[in-house]
């Protein structure tokens, strides 16, 4: 089955970058839409970028211009650069492997798919 497992993440003080990475493993990965997720504690789970198989991509208002998703297919990996990070950035980062997903369907539906264990990011002075 589809395993993903992410990296990356840190303690990185306002005004920073972190890059994440999300390793995907059992199954062809060029057939799936990969979003990233975050969430804060006390916070629900919510989606931050996504990309399609064909490298079509979208954000969350709240990250747009400050976050760039990007995908190796031959590394079969998905990179989250997240650069001017703020505070309220702080969450565990998952990322999510839906087979043949819109964006449309990444930001409109419930969440499905295969998750990673997820990373964490600390924006913090």
């Known amino acids: 089955q589809v395993q993903l497992v992410e990296s990356g993440g840190g303690l990185v003080h306002p005004g920073g970058s972190l890059m994440l990475s999300c390793a995907f493993s059992?199954?062809?990965?060029?057939?799936?839409?990969i979003g990233w997720h975050r969430q804060a504690p006390g916070k629900q789970r919510e989606l931050v970028a996504a990309?399609?198989?064909?490298?079509?991509?979208d954000y969350a208002e709240s990250v747009e211009g400050r976050f760039a998703i990007s995908r190796d297919n031959e590394k079969e990996t998905v990179s989250l650069q997240m650069n001017s990070l703020k505070p309220e950035d702080t969450a565990v980062y998952y990322c999510?492997?839906?087979?043949?997903?819109?964006?449309?369907?990444?930001?409109?539906?419930?969440?499905?798919?295969?998750w990673g264990q997820g990373t964490q990011v600390t924006v913090s002075s």
């Open positions: 999510n492997a839906v087979a043949g997903a819109t964006l449309w369907t990444m930001w409109k539906a419930a969440p499905v798919g295969s």
């Open positions: 059992g199954s062809i990965f060029s057939v799936y839409t």
């Open positions: 990309i399609t198989s064909d490298g079509n991509s």
